[in-house]
């Protein structure tokens, strides 16, 4: 098994990212990390910077570029992705974000940013059938159900929709943001030329193999 890649995935909500992330964690052998959990954690651990975090969580405010860089540079500070790498889905979310990180991984660069293409249209249909364990997070959808109804395969907590999910007013509003504050990293990386747009549309795992495949191509062209 090809072990150590260092990536970052872009996409709208419902594109596949959590999936394909999944994927290539076990592939590549590195943590996926995820803003979402990233900022669980800093919680759970009740550090001074996990303190910060709660406050703001609580108070309903957004959380700052400099907490939640300061949350992804304690991340990728730990041994595992210092010496493996890492995946990270939902940082950057900003170009501002994305220029933090490449100050914090200036000695080891990213291999490549895969942007997963998927239509709008495609993206709601996908939102509105999803399912999520409510304790492990993991993604099922209406189509591709867990082996038992409502119980999740991989912990046993509950499956169901997400409540977010169900709301046309929510859904737009995700996807107008992402397309607001996200959607420049595209020019922003492909300026770099780490850029791979992958056929968001395809199976989770043909889209695995396309990734796989830019990711092969990255890597021995630095070889």
Known sequence: MTTGVRLVVLGKQGAGKGTQC????????????????MLRAAVAAGSELGQQVAEVIASGSLV??????AVVRER????????????????????????????????????????????????????????????????????????QVGVCDKCGGPVLPRKDDQKAEAIKARLDAYELETSPLVAYYTDQGLLEELDGTQSPDAVFESAKDAISRRQA???
């Open 22 to 37: 999944a994927l290539l964690s076990q592939r590549y052998a590195v943590p996926h990390i995820s803003t979402g959990d």
């Open 64 to 69: 700052s570029d400099e907490i939640i860089t």
């Open 76 to 147: 990728l500070s730990e041994s595992d992705a210092m010496t493996r790498g890492f995946i990270l889905d939902g940082y950057p979310r900003t170009v501002r974000q994305a220029e933090l990180l490449e100050a914090i991984i200036a000695d080891r660069p990213l291999d490549c940013v895969l942007d997963l293409e998927v239509p709008t249209d495609l993206v709601l249909s996908r939102l509105a059938g999803r399912l999520v364990c409510g304790d492990c997070a993991a993604i099922y959808s209406t189509d591709i159900p867990p082996v």
């Open 221 to 223: 062209s630095k070889a």
